[in-house]
């Protein structure tokens, strides 16, 4: 996908906070610098798509990004089942599930096919359209949207680095909730790793100007506990996913460790490891 500079826009308060007091850590793609905030420690990329570039990015994206080939498809459907077994154990019998960023409706399958009643929300058009083949799908900017429906669980798989006012979003999430309903937070890049500490921009989940915002668990867990909800589980997915190879990983982040201490810089990117992706389920209380 093809940028120009008018299709971004810099960013000098913190997307999640509004604090201004940023600390900038390294220099991303698209010569993004990336920040922590002081006040809240989100992560953001000082540069982000404006109107313009978030439109190219998701025409393209479902071409593009989203229906790669057949070996990164399989892997992705197996990431799906395991996001997808760590969620029904919260759930009720026939629930009412909504996805905020739902693509075309892949991850909703595994729900529908357990019995539970699925809706959508996408901004990409053409997803929207895939999607809206098998469910109810609202198109369109998430906290925009009027939703005349309650649900017992909403779904944020790998979607909060899109973000641009994030909190805007997990509001209206709240608002959608059963009293007892959970928020579902999968597929989500961990700032608090150890291999985003020691890797920096070359972290596999880096942020850029198309993934904006870097999330930690206490900014999240705090946020929901003042909006009623409590954190009723964690886990952070790497040996049982498809994407691990545990010697040859470790091998890699050993030679990272290793060459940081002679040369000070780390060469390559990171693998997959212990601790990158987060997933996170809050309770609404009753
Ligand atoms: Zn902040």
Redesign the pocket.
Known sequence: MEFQDSDFTPVDA??????R?AEYMYTSRHASRVAR??????WYSARQLNAAGLRKFWSDYLNEDHRADGDALRKRNAMYAIDYAYAVQFLPEKAAVLDVGCADGLFLDFFHKAGHSCCGVEFGHAAALEAAKKYRVWEGVFPDLQIDAFFDMLLFRGVLQYFQEPQKYLRKAVELLKPGGYIYITAQPNMDSFCHTLYKEKYNQALSATDFVGYTKK?LASFFSGHGLRLAGEAYFYEETPYADVPRDIARVSAALEEKARSGVVAGSSPPFWGNMMTLMFQKNV
């Open positions: 913190c997307p999640w906070c509004g604090a007091s905030c002081v006040a809240c420690g989100v900014p």
